[in-house]
């Protein structure tokens, strides 16, 4: 089994920055993606970002190219999403999700993921 921690989220205002972690203990060895979702209100769950570990390849949804970021950090199995220049459709239940297994796929889709963390809420003002 593999625990997704999220932690970060908070209210920003418009055109700000915000940083969000995502811990992951237990099996993390099996662990070869990780990827970010969110959710607004009344909204499907929507990709925003995904890497993968071994080539360290990105990708990103249209919405958030040119301003999001996501990087990883092996050594303390934690995955971040750097989030810039801010807007209030941003605002949404962020999510880190883990996929176990070595198979290269596009982390794009939710039934990807094998393991979810509990999200945190991200909030910007206009």
């Known amino acids: 089994q593999v625990q997704l921690v999220e932690s970060g989220g908070g209210l920003v205002q418009a055109g700000g920055s915000l940083r969000l972690s995502c811990a992951a203990s237990?099996?993390?060895?099996?662990?070869?993606?990780m990827g970010w979702f969110r959710q607004a209100p009344g909204k499907e769950r929507e990709f925003v970002a995904v890497i993968n570990w071994s080539g360290g390849n990105t990708n990103y949804a249209d919405s958030v190219k040119g301003r999001f970021t996501i990087s990883g950090d092996n050594a303390k199995n934690t995955v971040y999403l750097q989030m810039n220049s801010l807007k209030p459709e941003d605002t949404a239940v962020y999510c880190c999700?883990?996929?176990?297994?070595?198979?290269?796929?596009?982390?794009?889709?939710?039934?990807?993921?094998?393991?979810w963390g509990q999200g945190t809420q991200v909030t910007v003002s206009s």
């Open positions: 237990g099996r993390t060895f099996s662990i070869y993606t």
């Open positions: 999700a883990a996929r176990w297994g070595s198979t290269v796929v596009a982390g794009t889709r939710s039934n990807e993921y094998h393991y």
